[in-house]
Nanobody, 121 residues
Framework: QVQLVESGGGLVQPGGSLRLSCAAS????????MGWYRQAPGKQRELVAR???????IYADSVKGRFTISRDNAKNTVYLQMNSLKPEDTAVYRC???????????????WGQGTQVTVSS
């Protein structure tokens, strides 16, 4: 089993910044990709940013230039630096990781419990 533990959410004013962290632990041989998704009330879950082994990144158009995803492979941790936050960024942010438990196994997607980000004055 793999556990993903997120931290760093909270309440911030428009224009402010937050940094989310997600640490993976448990039966991990390798992590192919890690990412952040968000879901606002009444809306579907959407991809925010994703980072693949080799540090290739993908961003939602709505966050390009404001958010930066990075990872520390030694710590099995992914970060999301969020700058210039807007009220429309308010959502529950969840971490996702594609984890291979042992050599030769297929990656399996795991999810964190989610952390609330609220952007409001």
């Amino acid at each position: 089993q793999v556990q993903l533990v997120e931290s760093g959410g909270g309440l911030v004013q428009p224009g402010g910044s937050l940094r989310l962290s997600c640490a993976a632990s448990g039966s991990i041989f390798s992590i192919n990709a890690m990412g952040w998704y968000r879901q606002a009330p009444g809306k579907q879950r959407e991809l925010v940013a994703r980072i693949i082994s080799g540090d290739s990144t993908i961003y939602a158009d709505s966050v390009k230039g404001r958010f930066t995803i990075s990872r520390d492979n030694a710590k099995n941790t992914v970060y999301l630096q969020m700058n210039s936050l807007k009220p429309e960024d308010t959502a529950v942010y969840r971490c996702n990781a594609d984890v291979a438990a042992y050599r030769g196994s297929s990656p399996y997607g795991y999810w964190g419990q989610g952390t609330q980000v609220t952007v409001s004055s």
